[in-house]
């Protein structure tokens, strides 16, 4: 139940991470969506302000520069009103006579200058204050108006404020006016009191004012000259009315400049190239956003808005807190519902888990009740049907364990009493397990044999040892081989040993069974039988001699009886006597040859050089005889171990018999060549051959086809290949030929 309760727990858990994790995710996007949709609305509001600014500014330049253009009409025509009812010199105008002119012509003030050198003084005024003061720059001004007529006039206008004898005298708008009958110019301007409708028509104030106010967020308008703007540019007045001159000439044409920055200057230069600059700075210690729009009509010229950033802000917060009360919400909602759920699926997990129990300590008849199709049903019915299998199943493996158990003590039983002794080595050479007739045969106890490499060959045969554990574990098979071990007293023993790789089941060896056999007792009994042998063949190499002695002697003894009872020497019976004597020699030379061990001194000798002499030896009689030899010998080594003499009595007298066998000529092959580190030497004649019942017997003591001869040559030379470890063959087919293989074993450094 805790287990289940735990399980619970940690899908609930698992759930509301999953979904946690989830609704972080969306609080990050939207989070990081609103920002970016905020700031693409704000840049989209800013740049519609700018629009509706620039459509202002321009609608306010046509406005200002109709009412400048009617304010000049009317100071021209007051001027000329004035050139009228003023004298023509200036020393005959009064103070008195310019209030009265003024007055009527309905100025705010009227002075009379005349030149002083390069410079202009103002000889007499309406303002006591303004006579004495000197300007060089007054008269140049633009030229406004000629009469087409007569051009004995000029008339400009001059600046909209102007600072007077140190007096800061705001003037609204001021003209000058001369003709070629006054010695004198007329002075005409207009306070800023008589201005306040033109300048309310104007004016740029009004509009931007309205528009901070119906948006609060605005906190800063100004115009950028692009060309002037920049350096100490940044401290210059910003005029009071627009016009297409001040958009030109000033480097702040309108607005308010008090959230300025330093790099201000190179965003006006920039926004130039761009269109727009949006910048989110700190300005006074307060977040704000700038904008730089470039305006092209009426001339260019750049709108630089400063809009408050607090705003902003507060509604990403709003927004970020409705998104975690949400979230949080969702959250909670969401872990009542895991665990809830989790309840109600995991209600059948612990039905299963109960049989899950039952059959893991073995009780597998109950079974678990099913009310449900679902997948969790299917599981149960899986379930109940893996018991009922595990069931039937464990009744088979107990079964089969006893069958093993009971075959275990059987082979172990069997190996333990056997009388061969077998022993198990890994790969490495350590002994894993041995039998009681490995304890008795080398005298090492279980204790002592497992777990290490014990020495059980000599040291000569380590290396031959060596090389069959290789080539068992590369798979091949090995037949049993009579060697020599050693037991741990250090006693030498002769055993016949048979071993065998033990696999697993992808079939690589991982273990190799050796089964040892004492051959003492056999090779006693062999020892015995060869002596029985021996004797035997000596009894019948005594027959055979006694038998084939008699035969002469029974001739001489006749012989020697004819020559008594005649008294008269025969000497072809003589002849005959000595032919008799001669064969008794020989078949005692040839016994004596058998019988008597012969001391032998082994040289290494190629046997090609060997078997060359022979043949040289041979090769006169063998044209005699109309036979001829031919030879084939390889290149390779052919060194042997052997008593050269000896040899050459073998390949002489197997070379005549087959001289022999071809009493009408013929042609002997010998050949030889290498197989399997031994060297095989063939002599095949084309004789009449041997029949097959006759080939056994070949060998034996005196039995032979032949007229004259004795049946010990075959023999000789067999005793003389078996003593150089060799074997001897001979292979016959009537009409066809004799075939003799004498094999030898090549010499190893």
Known sequence: MCRILSVKIKLSLMISLIVFVLLLLNVILNEYSTEVNLRSDVERDMTSITKQIAADVLQNT????????????KLRMTSYSAAEQLPPHARDITPERLQLVASRIGVSGLSVMQGN??????????????????????????????????????????????????????????????NGNLDYIIRCYMESDRLSDYEKMA?????????????????????????????????????????????????LPFGTYTYGSERDASDVKEVTKEKRIFRYTTIHNRDVIKSFILVQDPS??????????????????????????????????????????????????????????????????????????????????????????????????????????????????????????????????????????????????????????????????????????????????????????????GEWISVSVTTSPIRDRLGNVHAIASITRDMTSRNKMEELLRRSEKLTTVGQLAAGVAHEIRNPLTTLRGFLQLQLETSKLNTRHVDLMLSELDRINLIVGEFLILAKPQATRFEVKDIRFTLGDVISLLDSQAHLCNVVFATEFGDGDCRIACEENQLKQVFINVLKNAMEAMPQGGQIAIAIHHQAGQVCVSITDEGVGIPEEKIAKLGDPFYTDKDAGTGLGIMVSQRIIQSHQGHFEIESKVGVGTTVLITLPLYKE
């Open 62 to 73: 046509s406005e200002n520069e109709f009412v400048l253009s009617v304010l000049l009409d």
């Open 117 to 178: 050198g390069e410079s202009y003084a103002i000889v007499n005024s309406t303002n006591p204050r303004e006579i004495g003061a000197i300007s060089s720059t007054w008269p140049k001004r633009e030229l406004v108006a000629r009469d087409q007529n007569d051009g004995n006039f000029e008339f400009w206008s001059g600046p909209s404020s102007h600072s007077v004898a140190g007096t800061a005298v705001q003037l609204g708008q001021e003209s000058f006016y001369t």
């Open 203 to 251: 004016s740029t104030t009004a509009f931007l004012d309205d528009m901070k106010a119906a948006n609060p967020t605005i906190l800063e308008v100004t115009g950028f000259n692009p060309a002037l703007f920049g350096g100490d540019a940044t401290n210059a007045d910003i005029p009071s009315f627009i016009s297409s001159k001040e958009l030109t000439g000033s480097p």
């Open 300 to 489: 260019p010229y750049v709108i630089g808005l400063v809009l408050d950033k607090k705003p902003l802000m507060r509604l990403m917060d709003e927004q970020r807190s409705n998104q975690l009360y949400i979230s949080a919400a969702l959250l909670c909602i969401v872990i009542i519902c895991s665990y809830w759920l989790s309840n109600i699926m995991l209600r059948p997990v612990r039905s299963i888990l109960w049989k899950v129990n039952e059959v893991s300590v073995g009780r597998f008849e109950s079974a678990i009740e099913v009310k449900r199709k679902d997948e969790l049903g299917q599981l149960a019915q899986r379930v109940n049907a893996m018991s009922k299998n595990l069931n039937i199943y464990m009744t088979k493996l107990k079964m089969a364990f006893e069958e093993n158990r009971s075959m275990k003590e059987y082979l172990e039983s069997f190996i333990n009493h056997t009388t061969d002794a077998i022993h198990v080595v890994d790969l490495d050479g350590r002994i894993t397990q041995v039998n009681r007739a490995f304890e008795q045969l080398y005298g090492y106890t279980t204790e002592e044999a497992v777990g290490r490499a014990l020495p059980l060959a000599p040291e000569h045969l380590r290396e031959e040892e060596q090389q069959a554990m290789e080539q068992l574990k590369c798979g091949k098979p090995l037949s049993a081989w009579e060697t020599t071990r050693v037991t741990k007293s």
